[in-house]
């Protein structure tokens, strides 16, 4: 049995592994200051960024739902793993030994974790595609493959693989690795029957399907022969522990370095369409697996495509050119609206899916049918108004009655009344404000709807403050502006704060939760202590008293300074000064008060002694004042 991993190796991990660039591969990120990134959130829905990244500091943070912490706890809860999985996948990524004190070297993984099912599908996938190059019945796959233009470099770049007859060659071979029934089970390669467990993918041709990470989460398979007892045309594995159907999308682990690069996604309906979209130029292509394209599936691409109000990107829904593609292309019209980005289709000529295009007019005319794609919102109406006959009168009025209320579900104003103006004229009726009010009173008040929408909305860390905890701080309250730099000072490039931060006293900072963030970087052994980065910042986190403000320090050590200065030496310097300034200045104001109250006659000698304190209280003040260059005497 494995020990427990190396302190020193933890650290080493964490470092090691860059946040941005693994956050990169779940998230795309943009600029968002000096040394910070920011992205769409993925662990709770939003419309714009709020979730940062500070690459010097390697943390991440969210301002929406609170998630926060190093590379190990984003691959912890974007995975679903446990925190000695995520540590070992995570020195597995960059190459790292780990060694377990007590324990060896070696890994030991409890049975039924969700490693032990990933490595059982890489090895499942890894036995298929052996298959695939054996003799016998493999050769009706690599036919398959060969009449849709597919050759054997390109099987091997998508991993295509053929699963055996034999009822248990796989169930057999991964017996014998050292995985149990029970395992196969929950991974979906094996179902018990009535002469054991058997294989539950058999004679036919297999894609493995790969989550965002690369990890094969499971398979399609493709029937091949006319006897096989299954007739579905495709098979899925089942739902596991780590393949959720409504959560991933095939050819996505290819495709998502492009999506987030030219914030463009394309669509497609099936495993081979994915391929040849790749293989003709069109890196971006994904294929919902074995349901249809959801709204899980939206969130993920949302993400890549940094899908929000201000910056917008193309998803294109790619459709075969028959009946059922064009039937297929007005459902995605439902869905189309939790995309900001603009929404695109493209419908193949004569009926034909892309793998067909490709095969007859090549690869340029594949490119060329993303090319010539067309607004989701114009297909879907003149798809519609191509059943009515809008030469007479009654045609019109009927495509109206229809076309009105789909123009309505337009859920932004003033695509609706554009949609609502094209509507008159491509039916031909003469009286477009007519039109264009039947849709808005269909639709509703579209004054009521811009109010709705103008309201302010509460943020999920604020709706769940009482729930979560003590509230925090607001984070652009003026009279606390000072305490919060310097906090984030501390806490982001503590060799600039120490020596003097940790000279501060506890009533320099006037907030609850700034106090029991500064007592935990004193109890963490200050700014002084050498420490900086992810360890410092953890280190600081597990002090803290209450926890619930962990949430706080993961806030102040990724959100960038509002220094204007290029030396953030002398940024931090002034804003230390000016802490100490406003601390001294309440000093005087209590002094003075005091004077107030007392008199020179009958208590000279207490007043002649706060009146030397307050003489040398102005002169530190005035010293203080003149170092704090660029600060504010307010906190």
């Known amino acids: 049995m494995a020990g427990r991993i190396r302190d020193s190796d933890i650290a080493e991990v964490r470092e090691r592994n860059r946040i941005d660039e693994l956050v990169g591969e779940y998230v795309a990120l943009r600029p968002a200051g000096p040394g910070s990134l920011k992205g769409l959130c993925p662990f709770h829905d939003e419309k714009s960024p709020s979730f940062q990244v500070r690459t010097s500091h390697n943390t991440y943070h969210c301002f929406g739902c609170g998630a926060h912490g190093s590379a190990i706890d984003f691959l912890m809860q974007i995975d679903q793993l446990g925190f000695?999985?995520?540590?070992?996948?995570?020195?597995?990524?960059?190459?790292?030994?780990?060694?377990?004190?007590?324990?060896?070297?070696?890994?030991?993984?409890?049975?039924?974790?969700?490693?032990?099912?990933?490595?059982?599908?890489?090895?499942?996938?890894?036995?298929?595609?052996?298959?695939?190059?054996?003799?016998?019945?493999?050769?009706?796959?690599?036919?398959f493959l060969a009449e849709r233009g597919f050759d054997q470099a390109a099987a091997e770049s998508f991993g295509c693989g053929f699963a055996p007859g034999g009822w248990e060659k796989l169930t057999k071979h991964l017996l014998a690795q050292g995985f149990t029934l029970d395992e196969l089970e929950k991974a979906g390669l094996s179902v018990p029957g009535q002469r054991g467990h058997r294989d539950r993918f058999q004679r036919r041709l297999l894609w493995p399907i790969r989550d965002l990470g690369g990890d094969v989460v499971g398979f399609g398979a493709r029937r091949l022969f006319d006897d096989d007892r299954i007739e579905a045309k495709y098979l899925n594995t089942p739902e596991t522990p780590v393949y959720h159907k409504s959560k991933v999308l095939f050819g996505l682990d290819k495709a998502k370095r492009?999506?987030?690069?030219?914030?463009?996604?394309?669509?497609?309906?099936?495993?081979?369409?994915?391929?040849?979209?790749?293989?003709?130029?069109?890196?971006?292509?994904?294929?919902?697996?074995?349901t249809a394209f959801?709204?899980?599936?939206?969130?993920?691409?949302?993400?890549?495509?940094?899908?929000?109000?201000?910056?917008?990107?193309?998803?294109?829904?790619?459709?075969?050119?028959?009946?059922?593609?064009?039937?297929?292309?007005?459902?995605?019209?439902?869905?189309?609206?939790?995309?900001?980005?603009?929404?695109?289709?493209?419908?193949?000529?004569?009926?034909?899916?892309?793998c067909e295009l490709r095969q007859a007019t090549g690869d340029t005319a594949v490119r060329d049918l993303v090319a010539r794609r067309s607004p989701l919102f114009t297909f879907a109406i003149r798809s519609i108004l191509d059943e009515y006959d809008l030469g007479t009168v009654e045609g019109q009025t009927a495509a109206l009655k229809r076309c009105v209320p789909l123009v309505a579900q337009i859920r932004q104003v003033e695509l609706r009344d554009g949609y609502a103006r094209r509507?008159?004229?491509?039916?031909?009726?003469?009286?477009?404000?007519?039109?264009?009010?039947?849709?808005?009173?269909?639709?509703?008040?579209?004054?009521?709807?811009?109010?709705?929408?103008?309201?302010?909305?509460?943020?999920?860390?604020?709706?769940?403050?009482?729930?979560?905890?003590?509230?925090?701080?607001g984070r652009d309250d003026p009279r606390l502006r000072v305490q919060r730099e310097v906090l984030k000072a501390a806490l982001q490039v503590?060799?600039?704060?120490?020596?003097?931060?940790?000279?501060?006293?506890?009533?320099?900072?006037?907030?609850e939760g700034y106090l029991a963030v500064h007592r935990a970087i004193l109890a963490a052994?200050?700014?002084?202590?050498?420490?900086?980065?992810?360890?410092?910042?953890?280190?600081?986190?597990?002090?803290?008293?209450?926890?619930?403000?962990?949430?706080?320090?993961?806030?102040?050590?990724?959100?960038?300074?509002?220094?204007?200065?290029?030396?953030?030496?002398?940024?931090?310097?002034?804003?230390?000064?000016?802490?100490?300034?406003?601390?001294?200045?309440?000093?005087?104001?209590?002094?003075?008060?005091?004077?107030?109250?007392?008199?020179?006659?009958?208590?000279?000698?207490?007043?002649?002694?706060?009146?030397?304190?307050?003489?040398?209280?102005?002169?530190?003040?005035?010293?203080?004042?003149?170092?704090?260059?660029?600060?504010?005497?307010?906190?």
């Not at 060799?495 to 006037?510: I, K, M, N, Q, R």
Request: charged share 25%; glycine share 8%.
């Open 294 to 354: 959801g709204d899980d599936h939206v969130a993920v691409l949302r993400r890549l495509l940094l899908d929000d109000s201000f910056d917008r990107g193309e998803v294109i829904y790619v459709f075969d050119g028959d009946a059922a593609g064009q039937a297929a292309a007005l459902k995605a019209f439902d869905g189309d609206q939790q995309f900001s980005a603009q929404t695109y289709i493209a419908t193949a000529p004569d009926g034909m899916d892309p």
């Open 423 to 473: 509507l008159a004229g491509w039916t031909g009726w003469a009286d477009e404000a007519q039109v264009v009010r039947r849709v808005r009173e269909t639709a509703g008040q579209p004054a009521d709807q811009r109010q709705t929408s103008s309201r302010r909305r509460v943020r999920p860390v604020e709706a769940a403050a009482s729930s979560q905890g003590p509230a925090l701080p």
């Open 494 to 511: 503590p060799a600039l704060a120490g020596p003097v931060y940790d000279t501060l006293p506890e009533d320099a900072f006037g907030h």
């Open 84 to 143: 000695v999985e995520a540590v070992e996948k995570l020195a597995d990524r960059v190459g790292y030994r780990l060694t377990y004190e007590g324990g060896g070297a070696s890994v030991q993984r409890d049975r039924g974790t969700r490693s032990r099912l990933l490595a059982a599908n890489k090895l499942a996938a890894e036995f298929y595609a052996a298959e695939l190059r054996a003799p016998g019945e493999a050769q009706r796959a690599r036919e």
């Open 525 to 635: 052994g200050g700014t002084s202590s050498g420490y900086s980065g992810a360890s410092w910042v953890a280190a600081v986190t597990e002090t803290i008293t209450p926890p619930s403000y962990g949430r706080l320090v993961a806030e102040l050590a990724v959100e960038p300074m509002q220094s204007r200065e290029a030396d953030d030496h002398r940024y931090v310097s002034s804003m230390l000064t000016a802490l100490q300034g406003a601390l001294v200045e309440r000093q005087v104001s209590e002094i003075k008060s005091r004077l107030q109250r007392i008199s020179p006659v009958t208590n000279a000698d207490e007043y002649h002694e706060l009146f030397g304190d307050l003489v040398a209280l102005e002169q530190y003040k005035k010293a203080l004042r003149d170092q704090a260059i660029g600060g504010q005497w307010s906190a």
């Open 258 to 290: 492009d999506i987030a690069k030219t914030r463009q996604a394309v669509i497609v309906e099936g495993y081979t369409d994915v391929m040849a979209m790749h293989l003709a130029g069109v890196p971006t292509a994904v294929a919902s697996c074995g």
